[in-house]
T-cell receptor, first 113, second 115 residues
């Protein structure tokens, strides 16, 4: 079945450092891809999405490009802030008819001042 | 800004007891999802509704879990009896319709602790 693999955390960075969180997927067809963020004590919020190959999703300085050839959707940000500390989830929308989400295990990011 | 509402936010219960969680999706959203998120893992779908109909409950442990959305609006997820392994965050989400491009909007979740 479909699956999503994320790099293990936690990832600890200093403020203004460059961030990459790797995400690869296995799916039949051409799923839509998403990054969600979960701040402490809160639900998940959509960060960005891409619906077809070579699409680039971007929001709040984060971006990710849908790479069909490498089945990847890596999250990047050029300069992280303390407020970016959270858990980041990569997800795909299953093409099997119900379009349910398949999530990765999440990557915890901690940004130090 | 419209939000998905869930209650309670926290629930502590003893094993073998019954628990129930409530979710009110964003107004007009036809699709409603219940997820279970075990600590340190990603959310896993338990049940998906399209209006009042279940369209996917393949991962719902039907011997103890039940879910309903009687009027196609709010929804209740029940566990009876609760087991220690049910301790997790239970997330509700909604979307305007079911297709590949749709963002799902998540509520704050209910954290369940089974003692």
């Amino acid at each position: 079945g479909d699956s999503v693999t994320q790099m293990e955390g936690p990832v600890t960075l200093s403020e203004e450092a460059f961030l990459t969180i790797n995400c690869t997927y296995t799916a039949t067809g051409y799923p839509s891809l998403f990054w969600y963020v979960q701040y402490p004590g809160e639900g998940l919020q959509l960060l960005l999405k891409a619906t077809k190959a070579d699409d680039k999703g971007s929001n709040k300085g984060f971006e990710a490009t849908y790479r069909k050839e490498t089945t990847s959707f890596h999250l990047e940000k050029g300069s992280v802030q303390v407020s970016d500390s959270a858990v980041y989830f990569c997800a795909l929308s299953d093409q099997g008819g119900t379009y349910k989400y398949i999530f990765g295990t999440g990557t915890r990011l901690k940004v130090l001042a | 800004e419209a939000e998905v509402a869930q209650s309670p936010r926290y629930k502590i219960t003893e094993k073998s007891q019954a628990v129930a969680f409530w979710c009110d999706p964003i107004s007009g959203h036809a699709t409603l999802y219940w997820y279970r998120q075990i600590l340190g893992q990603g959310p896993e779908l338990l049940v998906q509704f399209q209006d009042e109909s279940v369209v996917d409950d393949s991962q719902l442990p039907k011997d103890r879990f039940s879910a309903e959305r009687l009027k196609g609006v709010d929804s209740t997820l029940k566990i009876q009896p609760a087991e220690l392994g049910d301790s997790a965050m239970y997330l509700c989400a909604s979307s305007p319709r079911t297709d590949s491009y749709n963002e799902q909007f998540f509520g704050p979740g209910t954290r369940l602790t089974v003692l």
